[in-house]
């Protein structure tokens, strides 16, 4: 793993594309991911970027934005003073290509720093997604954060499993990250479950009972065919992940499949399908909600 410190000039990234949809900006402390060659990075979506890549090879990589609380502070009224204009809430999606707590956190704190800066300059909406359990040890500054602004944890678990045949393991097991959802929920904090890309899963009704249980407030199921910046999927085609899948359960590959557990996942939680999932647009099995707009 090649690790840079670097400076970057701007850190609050004006949403496009399908972030249009979800927040006005994108916040990433770093660029690569130190869980790139762990299962999650098999199917992440910012594998292809190849603006971020620049050659090199995915999950090989962690560009460090060192100074990115400070360019935080000095732009944020700016990027808030745009959003206004535009006459859209500061919503920051933290983050969109890259998990901000990662293990290079732990040495350089980017994320933790970034965190106390918003508690003095606070977004309107903040999405805080991570694979993560790291993300336990800025606890106190989220439920500070979550007394200031609509703020929203999404913890990212594809699957009901911690491995898929041939894949390498998750950065932390599918009870882990239950656990997290646990945690958040019981400090009254909003949690919503990512499922995306959306894995095969074992028993539907068992794991939608264990995240009511754990107290998530919705779900968001995303497929890699649509999810992954193609139509087709056919970015995600060439990776290890749609084998794994069908290795499990062909229909898995199928965009019904999404459609097949979103209706199972009703039953039990509100449903986000995609970009407006994450956008925090649900619908449940009897009426259609909009929630945190
Ligand atoms: S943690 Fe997120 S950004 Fe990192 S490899 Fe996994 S899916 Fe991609």
Redesign the pocket.
Known sequence: MEIRETSCTSILTRASGYLRRVCSHSLNPYVG????N?S??E?????FNQWLLRGRQ??SFVDVKVNADTVYYKTVQAERLWAARKGIPFSIFF?S???PW?PVERKFRVTHRVLNAMLEEVPDILILQ???SMILEDMKCIVALDRLCDLRVHI?IEGDQDSLPGLPPP?CSVDQRIKLVKEFASRGITVVVCMSPLYPLRDPDYFFTRLVESGASAVVIDHFIGGDGTQDGSRTQRTRLPLAMKSFDSQALELSYREKIATIARNYLPVGISAPGFAGVYSSKMVSITEKT
């Open positions: 991911c130190g869980y790139g762990s999650c990075g199917g992440c979506y910012v594998r995915w999950g983050s290509s890259t998990d990662q991570t694979h993560s990212s950065p």
